[in-house]
């Protein structure tokens, strides 16, 4: 069994930042949606005592994620069930692995089959996805960055999928990090408007809050550089052949600054091109794609005869 390499991460871990109530919550939303006043299918010709297993078979190459979430919708539904794990989060599987094993009552290992699935099916895909891009810049030093295109409700999972997957993580939203893109910039009046404002509503509400801004030709490179203010540099829909240029200009500008800036290639940015960017010179390459055009990994959970 391999597992991923994990990457430092600016986010927290799922069980750091999302408590057990808090996903518990979403659990209790999510059998109500599939189950309401009863599984009318298994009630019709389960008996309500019989025991069973069922079992979590791959049919997919990938890399596993939602082991540990499986755990808890499980113990959600029925904490008498037993839970055998065979594999754990960030392996590397194929088909016919079996990730782990599941007994208990068969009315409950039939209610939870599809709920469990579909969390573990789509943290594998952005898992796997995350993976793949990662592995393609591995020995740049450059590391691939998730965003905020998320599904509603699934946010922590896929980012905690991401991490998983050797990816890492920006922001996870609004509250934990200051990001002025071009929207901000206009509104504020422009590159020095916005980070100096940014900056004052830092200190007057005393948070200590990163700050990142995205630029979008050179002159908002140099117009931010001026003002020594943002941690990071977002170049948006640049040209790998900008990239270079702005890195240059950038890694100049440390020199006689005496810190480090760091710098981040968005906008666009495909499975394809993600390593004409990493190359540049760049930290951090971000890809919404990880977590809103993955594809899920299959898997199944069977019955165990006899």
């Known amino acids: 069994m391999h597992i991923c390499k994990k990457f430092t991460t600016f986010a927290p871990k799922i069980t750091q930042t999302m408590d057990k109530q808090e996903l518990r919550k979403l659990i209790a939303i999510w059998f109500e949606e ?41 113990n959600y539904f029925d904490s008498e069930c037993r839970f055998e794990q065979i594999l754990q989060d960030g392996a590397m599987v194929k088909p016919g692995d079996i990730a782990f094993r599941v007994y208990g009552k068969e009315l409950s290992l039939l209610q939870i089959e599809r709920t469990m699935l579909n969390i573990m099916q789509r943290m594998s895909g952005v898992a796997t996805t995350a993976h793949r891009y990662q592995s393609l810049i591995e020995d740049t030093g450059c590391h691939v960055l998730d965003t905020r295109k998320t599904t509603p409700g699934l946010r922590y999972l896929e980012k905690e999928a991401v991490a998983i997957g050797g990816g890492m993580n920006h922001r996870i939203g609004l509250f934990d990090m200051i990001l002025l893109k071009d929207n901000h910039v206009d509104f504020a009046g422009g590159i020095r408007a916005a980070l100096e404002r940014a900056r004052d509503y830092c200190k007057a509400k005393g948070k200590d809050l990163r700050i990142e801004i995205e630029v979008r030709n050179f002159d908002e490179i140099n117009e931010a550089l001026e003002t020594n203010i943002p941690d990071r540099i977002m170049l948006d829909n640049f040209t790998p052949a900008k990239t270079k240029e702005a890195v240059d200009i950038i890694r100049a500008w440390e020199k006689k600054a005496g ?48």
Do not use: N
Not at 45 to 68: F, H, N, R, S, Y
Not at 263 to 269: D, K, L, V
């Open 34 to 74: 599939d189950i309401r006043d009863g599984d009318h299918t298994s009630l019709s010709c389960i008996p309500p005592t019989q025991m069973g297993c069922q079992q979590l078979i791959i049919k997919d190459t990938g890399v596993l994620a939602g082991v540990e979430v499986a755990k808890e919708i499980i």
């Open 259 to 306: 810190r480090h800036m760091e710098i981040e290639s968005s906008g666009g940015i495909t499975i394809d091109t993600i390593r004409d960017y990493a190359v540049c010179g760049v930290d951090f390459v971000s890809v919404g794609a990880l977590t809103h055009s993955y594809k899920s990994l299959d898997m199944s959970f069977k019955a165990v005869k006899g």
